[in-house]
Every structure is written in structure tokens, then in C-alpha cells.
């Protein structure tokens, strides 16, 4: 059977059909609805990420090296069926803790308000003592406000991992992992929330969780009940298993756990959940070795993170993990990388709304090696932009569109 485009498999797969698994070479010539898009970044380019704004854009961001041990944190945007438009740059330092899991991002308010956050070290700390930097823009990302940082915490310890998403009451919601207790007590990571809004400093920050891991991503998104988070827990056992909390009238809810597999592990996987909301519907995706094997596995909400589907197996086959999802009309997409020979892949595959895994298809293939990062995923109407850091010589950031029935 000849290999068939991306788009051909995501279709079979929303629609429930059968077939044998194919998959797509990057390194051959791409079939025309898997364009390649790739934005004007410079060689070297990593830690990318996608943010969706509310006039249907999509935003890439990523870390540019500079000369001087410099970095640069610079952004592009397109609509569907554009092209990246020029990019601008947000911020440049010499001090930032530039890391493949613990990246900066950039998000969106209803009206056009942008905020990004990147990483500084603490002068003369230890490697991993650094802190958020946040910053505004209300003119498109032109000019941006002074950093400052989204906690009233000034400890010499680990802030970072941050997730953003606009509040209900249209606020900036800042998830991150904070270490303050680290320092003071010799405690464990905590999990806090800030908001800032479009003008003004940010709101007091507020404990989620007083024991999560150390150094997994976390993920937010907005419902129409509230925002939902997800992140790796840590119990007193050490079990770090995800977790979903919801913010609803002012208060955040008792975890609960889609997965619950009793993932017991004295370390940090550094693989953290990906969330993606539409009204009060959600896709958790998330990596686990709680088994024999390593696996990717994905569930679906319809009340806003109040209850969950059973857990779909996206791969079993020892993924890598780096999970990240999207949800579509018919169901959700989720994104990960998985090895291959000769390196790693980025792979998709479509989780119906019935609860069941269609085809997987091979967007890209890159490096298995940290360097390689976390591919990003982002919906735009009916494209799906796919961002992943090609770990392999010239190395950088790559991009492509795929389209996705509705």
C-alpha cells in the first residue's frame, strides 16, 4: 500500500474507518495539504511554542541565540493560509535560564492584549534559581511593559513552567511551579496562581497544590464553567500521577485523576499533561510508564472537566512522550514523540469523540536527544499547525499546516 498524505489519515481516523498504518517521510517531498510553513528563524532557534488568539491567528514564539551567550525571545503570527508574518522580538538578555522543557510562551486576551514570560537566572545562583519575568503588550506586540515577576516570592529557588489562559472575567491566568518552600523549609515544589490584566501589576498569587513534581509542564485552559489546569502530582508515596483541578466561583477544586495508573517514581519524568478546551468540552493528553511500557493516552470531557471519558491508549509501543492535543469538531488530536530508527518522530493521532484511537500519521522526523524539545500543536479553523525544534544538522525550528475536517 503506497503512503498516503497526513491529512487522508486524519480524515479516515475522524471518520472511523479502518486502515494499516502508514507514515509520511519528512525527508521525502510533502503532499500538498502537509505544507511546510516555516517561520524566519534563525539556525539554532528552539523552545517553541504555539498560542491561538481570538481572531482566529495562531502565534509562534521561540528562543533565538545570539552572539555573547545571548538569547532573544521573538514571535511571528499568521491566519489560515498565511504565511508567518515578519517576526518581532519580545525581549533579549545574557542572564536567561534557556532549558528544552521549561520554555516561554506566549498568550492572548479577548482584546488583542499579548503577554509573554521567559526565564532569568538569579546572579551568582545555583544552576537552577531562577525566576519568571512577564511582560504586556497592548499594541501587537511593538512595545512591551518592564518585566516583572507574577509572585510576591523573591527566594533564591526554582519559578517556572508556566501556563497562561484568559479568565473568565478576562484576566491573564498564570499557572506556574514554585520552590519557595524548598528553600524555607526544605519542602517540595508547589503549584500557584497568579492573574495580571490588561493594565496594572499582577494580582496576589495563591497556593494550588502544596506537593506536585518537580519539573513536568503544567497546562491550563478556559471553559465555559471556568478554567481547568492539569499537572503531575506528587503524593507522600511518590506517585505522579496527572491531576485536574477546576476554578470555578473563585475556588479551586479537590484534584481528581482521569488516568489515576499509580505511577510510582522517585524522579521527575519531565513529561508534563497538554489540555485543549472548546465551551465546556477538553482533551487531557498525557505520557505514563506506570505499566510495563512506556504510553501516550488522551481523555475527553463534555462538562468542563467535571467528569472524564475512560482513558484512550494513543501509543503503547514505548513512546517518548511530549505530548501535546488539539481538539477538533469529531474529537481531539493528540501530538507526541515517539523513537524511530535513525532519531525520533513526531507523530498524531486522532481520539474519536466514541473514545476509541484512529490512524497514526508521522508529521515530522527529528531527534530522540532533549535538544529536541516538545512539539506544539494549535488549531486554526480547519488547520492544524504543527511546531517541533529539528534535533538533527542545521537544527531549528520547523513548522507545517495540516488540514483537519470539521
Keep these: 500500500m503506497a503512503p498516503f498524505g497526513l491529512l487522508g489519515a486524519l480524515l479516515i481516523a475522524l471518520a472511523g474507518a479502518c486502515r494499516a498504518e502508514q507514515a509520511v517521510p519528512t525527508d521525502s517531498p510533502p503532499p500538498e495539504v502537509v505544507r511546510r510553513i516555516d517561520a524566519d528563524a534563525a539556525p539554532g532557534s528552539g523552545e517553541a511554542s504555539l498560542t491561538p488568539t481570538a481572531g482566529g491567528r495562531v502565534i509562534l514564539s521561540w528562543l533565538e541565540p545570539r552572539e555573547g551567550a545571548r538569547h532573544a525571545l521573538r514571535f511571528s503570527s499568521r491566519g489560515a493560509g498565511e504565511p508567518w508574518s515578519a517576526p518581532r522580538t519580545v525581549a533579549e538578555g545574557a542572564s536567561w535560564f534557556v532549558n528544552w522543557a521549561d520554555f516561554p510562551r506566549l498568550a492572548a486576551l479577548p482584546d488583542?492584549?499579548?503577554?509573554?514570560?521567559?526565564?532569568?537566572?538569579?546572579?551568582?545562583?545555583?544552576?537552577y534559581e531562577y525566576d519568571v519575568r512577564l511582560v504586556r503588550s497592548t499594541d501587537g506586540g511593538a512595545t512591551w511593559s518592564p518585566p516583572v515577576r507574577p509572585y510576591s516570592d523573591a527566594t533564591p529557588s526554582e519559578h517556572g513552567f508556566v501556563s497562561f489562559s484568559p479568565t473568565?472575567?478576562?484576566?491573564?491566568?498564570?499557572?506556574?511551579?514554585?520552590?519557595?518552600?524548598?528553600?524555607?523549609?526544605?519542602?517540595?515544589?508547589?503549584?500557584?496562581?497568579?492573574?495580571?490584566?490588561?493594565?496594572?501589576?499582577?494580582?496576589?498569587?495563591?497556593?494550588v497544590d502544596p506537593r506536585v513534581c518537580d519539573c513536568c509542564q503544567t497546562a491550563m485552559a478556559r471553559t465555559t464553567r471556568g478554567l481547568v489546569i492539569a499537572y503531575r502530582d506528587r503524593s507522600d508515596a511518590e506517585v505522579r500521577d496527572v491531576a485536574v483541578r477546576r476554578l470555578e466561583g473563585g475556588q479551586w477544586s479537590g484534584p481528581t485523576f482521569p488516568g489515576a495508573e499509580g505511577w510510582t517514581i522517585e524522579a521527575c519524568p519531565v513529561n508534563g499533561p497538554a489540555l485543549a478546551s472548546d465551551g465546556s468540552r477538553l482533551v487531557l493528553a498525557w505520557f505514563s510508564m506506570a505499566g510495563e511500557r512506556a504510553v501516550v493516552k488522551a481523555a475527553l470531557s463534555a462538562d468542563g472537566g467535571e467528569s472524564w471519558s475512560p482513558p484512550v491508549t494513543v501509543d503503547d509501543q514505548g513512546p517518548i512522550g511530549r505530548v501535546d492535543t488539539v481538539l477538533t469538531s469529531r474529537g481531539a488530536l493528540v501530538s507526541w514523540l515517539a523513537p524511530a530508527q535513525d532519531g525520533a518522530e513526531v507523530r498524531v493521532r486522532a481520539v474519536r469523540g466514541d473514545g476509541t484511537a484512529g490512524v497514526l500519521a508521522v508529521v515530522a522526523r527529528t531527534s530522540g536527544a532533549r535538544a529536541s524539545g516538545f512539539p506544539q500543536m494549535e488549531r486554526a479553523g480547519a488547520e492544524v499547525v504543527v511546531a517541533w525544534r529539528d534535533g538533527r544538522e542545521p537544527a531549528g525550528i520547523r513548522t507545517a499546516v495540516v488540514e483537519v475536517s470539521e
Excluded at 488583542?112 to 544552576?127: D, R, V
Excluded at 472575567?169 to 492573574?195: H, N
Design 112 to 127: 488583542g492584549t499579548l503577554f509573554a514570560h521567559w526565564l532569568e537566572k538569579n546572579p551568582g545562583g545555583a544552576p
Design 168 to 207: 473568565p472575567d478576562d484576566r491573564m491566568g498564570v499557572l506556574f511551579l514554585d520552590g519557595r518552600e524548598t528553600v524555607r523549609k526544605g519542602g517540595a515544589m508547589t503549584l500557584r496562581f497568579a492573574t495580571w490584566g490588561p493594565s496594572g501589576a499582577p494580582g496576589r498569587d495563591d497556593l
